[in-house]
């Protein structure tokens, strides 16, 4: 399994309209790409502003591409990223998982 991980900024006044687009738009786009395996986002306010990082996990690198293109490294964003973020960092990492306890 791959972890692909991404890190955005927001300014702090967006946080709630920000948050629900994530949860309405972007993570519905992950389901539905097959070796979509889960997701867990996070958020820190941190100096006026919200970072956020969002750790997705998929059974390998070609089903990523499926997701994101054949240039896998390259960060995803939707056109309403263009109202939120507040700079877009070009490339994401990608971890191989090898072990994982969730107890949520």
């Given at each position: ?34 070796g979509f395996k889960g997701l867990t986002f996070l958020r820190q306010v ?59």
């Open positions: 399994m791959i972890a692909r991980i991404w890190h955005g900024k927001i300014s702090i006044e967006s946080v709630d309209v920000y948050t629900d687009f994530l949860k309405h738009v972007a993570i519905p786009d992950y389901q539905k790409t097959v941190r100096n006026g502003e919200v970072h956020f990082n969002l750790i997705t996990f998929w059974e390998n690198l070609e089903v990523i591409k499926n997701f994101a293109g054949q240039d896998f490294e390259k960060a995803k964003y939707y056109p309403e990223d263009n109202n939120f973020l507040l700079e877009f960092e070009e490339k994401v990492q990608h971890y191989e998982v090898f072990a994982s306890v969730q107890l949520l």
